[in-house]
């Protein structure tokens, strides 16, 4: 049995609630329990407005939920004040977005060093490590471009060298194919693969690919709020371990073989 | 951040240059106009040297300047009758026509042997010789007044339909008072001016330390004079200072204000614009401090380079403004001036960056990210 806490992400019964003071006229997260292995790759999905954007806004640190508890990395995140969080999403977590989200005045080198000019490095420091990024990501001939002179592809690239600027644990991808052809999204499908299989980074995204799902270790289907099930499209140790109700549907496995 | 901070305001070039002339332009007035307050002051300090160690004497109720030749001779003897006074000046002044930077000439009339009170003492002449006694029709003259009029020795020179000779032009002293007058004996003005009063008269005291005392049993002694030592005079032209001082600056800051609230309306429009952006920068972990500090530190940054422009255009102009008081006055841009330039602009920022810096640090980062 793995201690509590342990995973590098968890919730506990997280409820996210919109409304007047007090009341729940929308309920965008009802009761999430779930977690996340270090090192993992995870995919979640689900229709519109099944709660999939809010909950990955909760795990990132960006929304406080209404009740439950968030771990992360065993550290219970719930009544930490605006610059804890701040620091937990500054050191622990990197953020991918649909649009890319990069300054369009700066060029792709100082997209990326940001984060760490942010964290009170240097100009010299900063810059030093974001070539490095930059070169990791295939992008060291283009350093001194600006965003409207990249394609959506080179542009997320940029974006995903920013998100590990800090050296996160936990790279967050919101839709981070969304707004890319087939061809350049598995292109950056193959790269959030490598860096979670050869560097090690826990990869957690919102997608709506369904190749992007395939490739994940645990797919977390929601619907209107609350965990349906959590799928393993290649088979996981995890799923031998134990059983665990989630939600009120209940828990399903799925034992397809693995597509590798 | 300061490199961050000047690529953001540079972002949108028109817009910050606006925004910097703004500034620049309100600063530039208080500075220029600033620096007339300070030309004034300057003025003044130089004429009060003239009054060290001597107690001048006024009719009473007026302060530096009088209205007219109105001390009587009975005022003259009780003067005379007071001790420990080693001499006694009296001195009657005829004002030429006024123009804009002050009066064409300044007549002043005075005994012969005791021009030394007046001038200063080891004050030579540049040319000829000062007024002696049994002078008659003669006048002696400061260098600007000299210079001004293309006067030499020997020239004449009227007043009142009445000639005077030019016997004597006093070396220059850097006291406008001493340089822009004309002296010529007391007799010689009351008869030209058809007046047995004075403008004023010097008291001069044996012992220094003697001064408020003598001063104080003038005023006891009659009611119609008023005694002032040096000290006095330097507090009552200290006030007048101030006040043109405040006036001057109070100007200038209602433009320097507007200038403000340029600033201000760039940087709410620039934290709208960059509504996303900040949601990002929160999202990857910029704490509120650190978005509060930036913007503020666009604005200060804006608003600090008016400053200083507008400091220079202050400095420009008042070079320009001195022509026009034609050497009476020379506005001058001390830098006490130029600092509380600099230090308004900044403050105008801050205070104005304010406002639009704390609605940027207050941004639900969840909220401006999607933000379209």
Same mark, same amino acid.
């Given at each position: 049995m793995k201690q509590k806490h342990e995973h590098v992400i968890e919730t506990m019964d997280v409820t996210k609630c919109y409304g007047e003071e007090g009341t729940c006229e929308v309920t965008a997260l009802n009761n999430i329990n779930m977690h996340v292995e270090k090192g993992s790759f995870v995919s979640i999905m689900g229709p519109s407005g099944s709660g999939k954007t809010t909950l990955l806004d909760v795990i990132g640190c960006l929304l406080k939920p209404t009740s439950g508890n968030v771990y992360i990395d065993g550290k219970n995140v719930i009544g930490l004040d605006d610059d804890e969080l701040a620091l937990i999403r500054r050191e622990k977590i990197g953020f991918v977005f649909q649009q890319y989200n990069?300054? +369009?005045?700066?060029?792709?080198?100082?997209?990326?060093?940001? +984060?760490?000019?942010?964290?009170?490095?240097?100009?010299?420091?900063?810059?030093?490590?974001?070539?490095?990024?930059?070169?990791?990501?295939?992008?060291?001939?283009?350093?001194?471009?600006? +965003?409207?002179?990249?394609s959506g592809g080179q542009q997320q690239r940029v974006a995903i060298a920013r998100s590990l600027a800090n050296d996160p644990k936990i790279i967050l991808g919101d839709e981070p194919t969304g707004n890319l052809d087939t061809k350049t999204g598995e292109m950056i499908l193959n790269l959030l693969r490598k860096l979670n299989k050869e560097e090690g980074y826990t990869i957690i995204v919102v997608t709506h690919d369904s190749r992007v799902a395939q490739h994940s270790d645990k797919i977390i289907n929601l619907l209107d709020g609350e965990v349906l099930n959590e799928t393993y499209p290649n088979g996981s140790r995890e799923h031998e371990a134990r059983r665990r109700k989630t939600g009120r549907l209940g828990y399903i496995e799925s034992s397809r073989q693995s597509r590798g | 951040m300061l490199d961050l901070a000047l690529k953001n305001i540079f972002r949108n070039r028109t817009r910050t240059i606006?925004? $910097?002339?703004?500034?620049?332009?309100?600063?530039?007035?208080?500075?220029?106009?600033?620096?007339?307050?300070?030309?004034?002051?300057?003025? *003044?300090?130089?004429?009060?040297?003239?009054?060290? @160690?001597?107690?001048?004497?006024?009719?009473?109720? @007026?302060?530096?300047?009088?209205?007219?030749?109105?001390?009587?001779? #009975?005022?003259?003897?009780?003067?005379?009758?007071?001790?420990? $006074?080693?001499?006694? $000046?009296?001195?009657? &002044?005829?004002?030429?026509?006024?123009?804009?930077?002050?009066?064409?000439?300044? $007549?002043?009339?005075?005994?012969?042997?005791?021009? #030394? %009170?007046? *001038? /200063?003492?080891?004050?030579?002449? %540049?040319?000829?010789?000062?007024?002696?006694?049994?002078?008659?029709?003669?006048?002696?003259?400061?260098?600007?007044?000299?210079?001004?009029?293309?006067?030499? &020795?020997?020239?004449?020179?009227?007043?009142?339909?009445?000639?005077?000779?030019? &016997? /004597?032009?006093i070396e220059e002293t850097g006291i406008s008072d001493i340089d822009a007058s004309i002296l010529v004996t007391l007799e010689d003005l009351k008869n030209v001016l058809e007046t047995e009063n004075y403008y004023s008269v010097y008291v001069i005291p044996d012992d220094i330390k003697d001064t408020e005392k003598i001063a104080a049993e003038v005023e006891d002694a009659s009611e119609d004079l008023t005694a002032l030592t040096s000290e006095e005079l330097a507090r009552q032209a200290s006030q007048i200072v101030d006040q043109i001082r405040f006036f001057t600056f109070g100007i200038g800051a209602i433009a320097a204000f507007v200038g403000g609230l340029g600033v201000m309306n760039t940087m709410i429009m620039a934290v709208m614009e960059r509504r996303k952006e900040i949601g990002v920068m929160k999202a990857i972990g910029a704490t509120n401090r650190m978005v509060l500090t930036?913007?503020?530190? #666009?604005?200060?940054?804006?608003?600090?380079?008016? /400053?200083?422009?507008?400091v220079l255009l202050g400095m420009g102009a008042s070079f320009l403004l001195s022509a026009g008081f034609g050497g009476q006055i020379s506005p001058v841009v001390t830098p006490m001036l130029a600092l509380e330039g600099v230090s308004f602009a900044l403050l105008l920022g801050v205070v104005g960056g304010l406002y639009p810096a704390r609605n940027a640090s207050r941004l639900d980062p969840v909220e401006a990210l999607r933000y379209e």
């Amino acid at each position: 049995m793995k201690q509590k806490h342990e995973h590098v992400i968890e919730t506990m019964d997280v409820t996210k609630c919109y409304g007047e003071e007090g009341t729940c006229e929308v309920t965008a997260l009802n009761n999430i329990n779930m977690h996340v292995e270090k090192g993992s790759f995870v995919s979640i999905m689900g229709p519109s407005g099944s709660g999939k954007t809010t909950l990955l806004d909760v795990i990132g640190c960006l929304l406080k939920p209404t009740s439950g508890n968030v771990y992360i990395d065993g550290k219970n995140v719930i009544g930490l004040d605006d610059d804890e969080l701040a620091l937990i999403r500054r050191e622990k977590i990197g953020f991918v977005f649909q649009q890319y989200n990069l300054i +369009p005045s700066s060029t792709a080198l100082e997209n990326v060093e940001i +984060p760490l000019r942010i964290a009170g490095r240097s100009k010299w420091e900063a810059e030093d490590k974001a070539k490095r990024l930059l070169k990791l990501v295939g992008l060291e001939d283009r350093m001194v471009h600006k +965003p409207s002179q990249l394609s959506g592809g080179q542009q997320q690239r940029v974006a995903i060298a920013r998100s590990l600027a800090n050296d996160p644990k936990i790279i967050l991808g919101d839709e981070p194919t969304g707004n890319l052809d087939t061809k350049t999204g598995e292109m950056i499908l193959n790269l959030l693969r490598k860096l979670n299989k050869e560097e090690g980074y826990t990869i957690i995204v919102v997608t709506h690919d369904s190749r992007v799902a395939q490739h994940s270790d645990k797919i977390i289907n929601l619907l209107d709020g609350e965990v349906l099930n959590e799928t393993y499209p290649n088979g996981s140790r995890e799923h031998e371990a134990r059983r665990r109700k989630t939600g009120r549907l209940g828990y399903i496995e799925s034992s397809r073989q693995s597509r590798g | 951040m300061l490199d961050l901070a000047l690529k953001n305001i540079f972002r949108n070039r028109t817009r910050t240059i606006l925004t $910097v002339l703004g500034i620049l332009i309100g600063i530039g007035a208080i500075v220029a106009l600033g620096s007339i307050a300070e030309g004034i002051d300057a003025s *003044v300090q130089s004429s009060l040297q003239l009054t060290a @160690s001597k107690i001048t004497i006024m009719p009473a109720g @007026s302060g530096l300047f009088s209205a007219g030749n109105d001390i009587t001779p #009975e005022d003259l003897e009780l003067l005379q009758g007071i001790g420990g $006074v080693a001499d006694i $000046v009296p001195v009657v &002044v005829a004002i030429g026509p006024i123009q804009f930077s002050g009066p064409e000439y300044i $007549v002043i009339g005075i005994e012969p042997g005791k021009t #030394e %009170y007046f *001038v /200063g003492e080891n004050i030579g002449m %540049y040319q000829g010789r000062p007024l002696e006694e049994g002078d008659s029709g003669a006048a002696m003259v400061g260098r600007t007044t000299a210079e001004r009029y293309s006067l030499q &020795v020997g020239d004449s020179w009227t007043v009142d339909e009445e000639d005077f000779e030019i &016997v /004597g032009i006093i070396e220059e002293t850097g006291i406008s008072d001493i340089d822009a007058s004309i002296l010529v004996t007391l007799e010689d003005l009351k008869n030209v001016l058809e007046t047995e009063n004075y403008y004023s008269v010097y008291v001069i005291p044996d012992d220094i330390k003697d001064t408020e005392k003598i001063a104080a049993e003038v005023e006891d002694a009659s009611e119609d004079l008023t005694a002032l030592t040096s000290e006095e005079l330097a507090r009552q032209a200290s006030q007048i200072v101030d006040q043109i001082r405040f006036f001057t600056f109070g100007i200038g800051a209602i433009a320097a204000f507007v200038g403000g609230l340029g600033v201000m309306n760039t940087m709410i429009m620039a934290v709208m614009e960059r509504r996303k952006e900040i949601g990002v920068m929160k999202a990857i972990g910029a704490t509120n401090r650190m978005v509060l500090t930036q913007i503020l530190t #666009e604005s200060a940054l804006m608003s600090l380079i008016g /400053g200083v422009g507008g400091v220079l255009l202050g400095m420009g102009a008042s070079f320009l403004l001195s022509a026009g008081f034609g050497g009476q006055i020379s506005p001058v841009v001390t830098p006490m001036l130029a600092l509380e330039g600099v230090s308004f602009a900044l403050l105008l920022g801050v205070v104005g960056g304010l406002y639009p810096a704390r609605n940027a640090s207050r941004l639900d980062p969840v909220e401006a990210l999607r933000y379209e």
